[in-house]
């Protein structure tokens, strides 16, 4: 069993930057891949960033070269460090552990607004 937090949303004005967290409880993080998520208002729920346990890295298009996510597994950690935010970043962010069962967070919102 995995649990997952987010945190480190909020309102930020175009142009800026943010960094989430999500820190996961239970033993053998490093062995999971981590993945973070979001649902904009109205829409489906859309893959943003990946890491996999042995740090490669996938990114949807519409955020390469802004975001940026990373683990610690010291930690049991993993983070999304968005940056040159656009309002149409706008959305609740989710965090998900995959292994053999698949967990998620309740998620946290990110406002990109002027």
């Known amino acids: 069993q995995v649990q997952l937090v987010e945190s480190g949303g909020g309102l930020v004005q175009p142009g800026g930057s943010l960094r989430l967290s999500c820190a996961a409880s239970g033993s053998r993080f490093s062995t999971y891949g981590m993945g973070w998520h979001r649902q904009p208002p109205g829409k489906q729920r859309e893959l943003v960033a990946f890491i996999t346990s042995g740090g490669n890295t996938n990114y949807a298009d519409s955020v390469k070269g802004r975001f940026t996510i990373s683990r610690d597994n010291a930690k049991n950690t993993v983070y999304l460090q968005m940056n040159s935010l656009k309002p149409e970043d706008t959305a609740v962010y989710y965090c998900?552990?995959?292994?053999?069962?698949?967990?998620w967070g309740k998620g946290t919102l990110v406002t990109v607004s002027s």
């Open positions: 998900n552990a995959v292994g053999l069962l698949v967990y």
